[in-house]
């Protein structure tokens, strides 16, 4: 393993399609703008353009081709094409398994093993494609700056992720779970008939002071995380507060809520894992522990 191909499988992880064939593999790999203009009101295309020159820097000797890239207002496509027979492609599909995508991919176990900057190479390639940074996503005070981590559908990967972070010291502030008691807790939206509002993507959120251990090589991803990081560490300190003793805790470490949320008719959905169906949470914590995201 190197660090090349540790974040070639992060950006697969998080974002990508592996369409196999009877002599070659495409592989894809989906970057969205998710805003069309950066923090400093500037054009976001061009931003991942001026990028994407790092990331092929990165990944194309070794992957000894070309990537193709087409880019469109919302999302530019990476990809590359291989015999099945290539070493390469082979090692790449021994770690991603049966998987055709990331709505079903898992984070090899071999993973965990890898060395602390071959982790972080992945999770960097993993953020490029899933992760954001914004202003809006702050914590109650404005100065609270997250990343979010944003995995659809896969809530195997989502506590692969936690677990992998905390492999590298660096914890989850909380998960926003797709589960109908978290993203309609109080079942405002199944009362205004939308029964299957909650079904959405999972949300990881991560202090971004904590996140720059990792970083972004997407460019307006990298500069504002450096921003939004310097902020919430001078909010912190300008409040008396200890930077590390509030940003730096594991959810075990933390007080717990004792509200009650009511029954939501949607808990037995087949959009739920079988091994939390049918179960009421009243915390993300909860169902984090349940799935396997523990000390």
């Known amino acids: 393993m190197n660090t090349e191909m540790s974040y070639l499988l992060g950006l697969i992880s998080g974002n990508g399609e592996i369409k196999r064939g009877a002599t070659e593999t495409i592989i894809s790999i989906d970057i969205p703008h998710k805003k069309l203009v950066t923090e400093n009101d500037q054009d976001v295309k061009i931003y991942v353009k001026a990028s994407i020159s790092d990331i092929r820097g990165i990944i194309e000797p070794l992957i000894g081709t070309g990537i193709i890239y087409t880019q469109q207002d919302t999302n530019t496509i990476l990809s590359f094409c291989k015999p099945n027979t290539d070493y390469l492609m082979r090692e790449i599909l021994r770690y991603v398994g049966r998987a055709s995508s990331h709505e079903n991919i898992r984070i090899s176990k071999d993973m965990f093993s890898f060395s602390q900057v071959e982790k972080i190479y992945f999770l960097r390639g993993f953020a490029d494609t899933t992760g954001y940074i914004r202003r809006s996503n702050y914590f109650f005070e404005p100065y609270c700056h997250r990343v979010y981590l944003e995995i659809p559908h896969n809530w195997e990967l989502v506590i692969d992720v936690c677990n992998l972070l905390k492999d590298v010291d660096i914890p989850v502030q909380t998960i926003d779970w797709a589960h109908p008691n978290m993203r309609d807790g109080n079942l405002t939206k199944y009362k205004q008939g939308k029964p299957n509002f909650w079904k959405k993507e999972h949300q990881l959120k991560i202090w971004a002071n904590e996140f720059e251990k990792i970083g972004f090589a997407v460019l307006h991803?990298?500069?504002?995380?450096?921003?939004?990081?310097?902020?919430?560490?001078?909010?912190?300190?300008?409040?008396?507060?200890?930077?590390?003793?509030?940003?730096?805790?594991?959810?075990w470490e933390g007080r717990e809520s004792n509200k009650i949320k009511p029954i939501h008719p949607s808990e037995n959905d087949m959009f739920i894992p079988d091994s939390i169906r049918g179960k009421h949470y009243s915390s993300w914590k909860e169902i984090a522990k349940n799935l396997g995201y523990k000390k």
């Open 221 to 251: 991803k990298k500069e504002a995380l450096s921003i939004f990081s310097e902020e919430l560490i001078d909010g912190i300190i300008d409040r008396g507060k200890n930077v590390a003793s509030f940003t730096h805790r594991y959810y």
